[in-house]
């Protein structure tokens, strides 16, 4: 199904270990900054530390149905 909007309710929790604060950074590098990820390693280095992450855990989703126009 498609929708034309969503809306997510949950709670926000600052992610705390270090493995994880990597890999979200890392996914969101390879979205958003696929061309220097060969920086990736040297920036993490040298920001990690001032770097905060914050996950979403969902715990109700709704949806606007798209219109078929």
């Known amino acids: ?13 600052l992610v705390e270990k270090e493995e994880e604060k990597t890999l979200a950074l890392r996914r969101i590098s390879e979205k958003y900054a696929a061309a220097d990820l060969d920086k990736f390693e040297t920036m ?14 969902v715990d109700h989703v ?3 149905e798209a219109c078929n126009d």
């Open 1 to 13: 199904m498609s929708y034309a909007s969503m809306a997510l309710q949950g709670k926000a929790v």
């Open 44 to 57: 993490m280095e040298h920001y990690a530390g001032a770097a905060r992450v914050i996950r979403i855990d």
């Open 62 to 64: 709704t949806g606007k």
